[in-house]
Each structure stands twice: as C-alpha cells, then as structure tokens.
C-alpha cells in the first residue's frame, strides 16, 4: 500500500459584491492580493469569456478601483463599473473565485464568476407586523 496525501484548502481566496456594488474581499483574498500595500486595481474584461473579470495592480490614478478599508476588510468601490456590465448585483449575489496569474510579466488576479444566487426579500415589520 502506497498511499499519496492531498492538501485540501479549504479557504481560497474569494471576493462577493455586496448590495452597495463594492467588491469586499475574504481574509484569504487579502493575503493573496496583499490588499493591506497595494492602493489601486484596474477592473478588465476578458473578451472571449463573460464568467472571467480581471483585477490588475497599479500605481495609476486614472479609471482605478482605490482599496479601502472597514474593520478587518478590504473592498474595492467599483459598483459604477459592475451596473455598466450588467451585473444585478441588488437581486443576486454575485460571487467569484480568485486566482493569481502573471500577464505580461506582472501580477494579475483572475476572478471567475460563481453561479448567481437569487437574494432574499427583506421584509419589512411594524408593530401590527410585516408590511
């Protein structure tokens, strides 16, 4: 018997946009795109797969996505350019896959999409009950 042993990551690296249209990013995202010291992303499509978006560092200020932070996350503010993809993302959450590549010698985070998932309804309560 000759068994062979895997690593299974359990955590990889992930990014959701939220309701507002930022792109907040998971613990293991931070690390891996090392969000804490890099300052900007230009946001790229892929013109061949519509599943696949781009997230390349910068030191550029021109048509930049800026990291910011709240608590212990980071998150990009990039909802003006998800509403021009289409993305809906108030009635879906849209999550994907971060994956580190290099592109012309330099870094660049591949994000494939997930699979949609249909948002819950918030209701609405008042003392006489929902609304």
């Known amino acids: 018997m000759k068994p062979k042993i895997f690593k299974i990551?359990?955590?990889?690296?992930?990014a959701t946009i939220h309701n507002s249209g930022k792109l907040g990013f998971n613990i293991e995202a931070i690390e891996v795109m090392q969000l804490k010291s890099q300052g900007s992303y230009l946001l790229a499509t892929d013109e061949e797969r519509s599943d696949l978006l781009y997230l390349i560092p910068t030191d550029s200020a021109d048509g930049v996505g800026k990291v910011a932070k709240a608590g212990?996350?980071?998150?990009?503010n990039v909802g003006d350019a998800f509403q021009k993809l289409g993305f809906k993302y108030t009635e879906?959450?849209?999550?994907?896959?971060?994956?580190?590549?290099?592109?012309?010698?330099k870094d660049i985070f591949i994000l494939k999409k997930r699979k949609?998932?249909?948002?819950?309804?918030?209701?609405?309560?008042?003392?006489?009950?929902t609304v």
């Open 9 to 14: 990551e359990i955590n990889k690296a992930k």
């Open 116 to 129: 949609e998932i249909k948002r819950k309804e918030k209701s609405t309560t008042t003392e006489g009950g």
């Open 92 to 105: 879906y959450t849209i999550m994907f896959d971060i994956e580190k590549n290099e592109y012309d010698g």
């Open 72 to 76: 212990d996350y980071y998150y990009l």
